[in-house]
């Protein structure tokens, strides 16, 4: 979707809310989504600011964004959140899911930083306090073998994820409590010091929960809000939900999620045989929450990487009895109907050369259950080359991941 339509299209939305006069709406949505915060603060946390927005929703368009943005995922992070920051809004998206925003303090700017535009906020990842070590003596001593012999001279801020590739072994017979402070943690002076800090009782290490990377920004109220864990072997997996109240399509349920890859350098450990078997189960837990929560007389959106696709003109399969398994609950994919290309492709600069073919595997999707409202519009987005400067002009991607935008409205209104 060009960028200068969608720019109008929040300037004729801005006008409209300036010409509202609907006060007694404005208050009742206003106390819903603050009762509806007040009873998920124990688990979540949810953003909003003194502006309402109280004209009906007659259009929805959505994003869903994997930004690779943790330690060691991929480079140039700092100058790649930057773009990020300056960029999103251009998009003109209502809803955003984003993935692997894994720093909690990342997540923060970004919802501060955009709060004006998307003044709705929600994310599953919370301080567990500083009461206690993460890992146990034996934990750190499990790792730290490992770390002095594969991972002694890597960078600090590159040990997290040495640690997870290097020492998968290691890393994954330890406690999740264990897992995720090795995973967070940037503050590891060297290797001898990453084991120790998580296994210190002085609270010396960062502890979170739920640290699934996943966030929802929203231009409108965010209702009904929630978060599933799933069952993972490595690191915190899980469904980001809330609910929207639209005057096209009913209430819909918004689920935001990323599902378990196929990581060949890791053996896999887990109950399920498989990384497979395992995103196999994580779609199943997935579409029995989005059943139990759809609204009666609503729909349901899914968005996230989700690790699997289909083979199309444009992209090639990925784990595609995985993605069956969402078509066959009876979701529809506007954008490989529309669009088709890959998204994570050859052609990022974070993948290969941007000389490479426009090839790889779709994995990123916006998967709405309402398949009587018609996309208007689905493209990938994200997917240019941008200049950074890194001690000097780098050409890179916002990702390694391109994004999915799907613009869902209809001609005629049903009650919501």
Known sequence: MPLAPARERLVRKAADLTRSSRLGETWVMRLRQLVGCMFAVSMLHCGEDATDVTEP??????????????????????????????????????????QEVWLPENIERLTASLASLYPFSLRSVRAAGAAGASCTDAEAALLSSCLSENCASVAPDGLPLCAISSCAGQFTQVSMSCQQCIAANQSAM????????????????????????????????????????????????????????????GDVAIHCTHLAATLSEIPYTGAYGSWQGERLRQIEQMLARVAATRPAAGSAIMLGDMNCGPSTALAEAASPDAYAQLVEAGFDDPYVDLDGRCTFCDNNPLNGLVSDPDEGALIDHVLVSATEIPASAATRVFDEVISIDAGGPVDTARSDHYGVLVQLSATETVSP
């Open 190 to 249: 060297d290797v001898e010091n990453l084991a120790s800090l998580c296994a210190a009782d002085d609270g010396e290490a960062s502890s979170y929960q739920d640290q699934s990377g996943l966030a929802i920004l929203s231009r409108h109220p965010l209702e009904d809000i929630g978060y599933q864990p799933f069952e993972s072997s490595l690191g915190d997996r899980g469904l980001l939900s809330a609910r929207l109240r639209t005057a096209f399509m």
């Open 57 to 98: 929703i007659r259009e929805l368009t959505l994003v869903t964004f994997n930004a690779a943005l943790g330690v060691g995922l991929a480079p140039y992070a700092e100058q790649r959140l930057d773009a990020i920051e300056r960029d999103l809004p251009l998009l003109g998206a209502d809803v955003v899911c984003l």
